[in-house]
């Protein structure tokens, strides 16, 4: 679908009906889209002084969350049906392998226990002792099949909580709306947490437009989550968000509020933006945030110690685009004195096309730091020498 179709789509009576299949047809042409390179421009990337970046791998399509066992087998996630498990030594992917093929969006992957979990949309699967079975992976146990099954915001980035729960997000099901059947945002626009076997699963926040990264902070083990904006207000408002979860229940305020300052003009009346939990930090307007993680490894200068790394996919629905970056953000551990910066950026082209779009981040057990890019089907990995 050309982009000029896509925004009239946007902008047609039906445009709420219209967004869900416009949104899927194009991240489905930017996925399929096959990169004009013969390699990678990976000079292109800037980071700070004695950061150095390389490619990993570039043969991992639509790659998007990361996971690493404790035996150093990375697994990730993609768009395209597929699970790929990457076995690292010294830096370097040694084999890969596709453990999992044929599912729903397979976004989310998560490691615990010996076993690795999978975000499909309507159901959570697990592979048990997969490290040990690469080559003949194990038959997928079905965790739960009772999820929402819409795929407008129904990918899902998954992670275990300190507390031994996997943390499950639903986005909402819409540009933005209030579903009739879920007036408390207790099944859409929320961050829900279950027990490892799928069982009680519960709402700890509400509110969340679509959070697709989140981590807990090294030190307070609160839980810290990105948010994407809502669309069609323009190009600068509202603010995608880097949030803190202090106490299970919180209320961030989707659809009511966005951005911390933006009462939306349809379900704002009413609802002001001050009761609602403030964001730590707002991260910019429809920089698509993804994955995030603190940084805690030994390779990087002392500064960047429990620093946020974010992986911004960037924007396809503004008129100048933004983000396809990585940013880094520093916070004290109670969410206030946030600073962000520019960490990695080259990925997005002088004249506004792409070669790259990352994805998320993960900190390696080295110090050094992956990167997923979907766009390129590739993971670079940073490194830091004086």
Known sequence: MPVSALFSALRAPARRQGLVAAWLAFTAVLLAAPLAWAALPIDRIKLPP????????????????????????????????????????????????????????????AWHNGALYISAVSSIVRLDDIDHHLD??????????????????????IAFGPDGKLYVPQGAPCNVCLPVSDPQRMHFAMIGRMDADGSHYETIARGVRNSVGFAWHPQTHELWFTDNGRDLLGDDVPDDKLNRLSHTGEDFGFPYCHGGNVADPEFGAGHPCSGFTPPVARL??????????????????????????????????????????????????DGTNARQEVFAQGWLNADETQWGRPADVLPLTDGSLLISDDYAGAIYRVTYSK
Do not use: C
């Not at 910019?284 to 805690?296: C, D, E, K, N, T």
């Open 50 to 109: 004695g950061f150095h970046i390389e490619v990993l791998t570039a043969d991992v399509p639509a790659a998007r969350e990361m996971a690493l066992s404790s035996n150093g087998i990375l697994y990730v996630g993609s768009f395209q049906g597929d699970v790929y498990a990457l076995e690292l030594k010294n830096g370097k992917v040694g084999k890969r392998h596709v453990v999992a093929s044929g599912l729903t969006m397979p976004v989310g992957v």
């Open 284 to 333: 910019g307007a429809h920089v698509a945030s993804l994955g995030m993680r603190f940084y805690s490894g030994p390779m990087f200068p002392a500064d960047y110690a429990n620093s946020i790394f974010i992986a911004e996919h960037g924007s396809w629905n503004r008129s100048k685009k933004i983000g396809y970056r990585v940013v880094r953000v520093s916070a004290n551990p």
């Open 136 to 157: 003949n992976p194990p038959k997928a146990v079905v965790v739960t099949d009772a999820l929402p099954a819409e795929r407008h915001h129904g990918w899902k980035f």
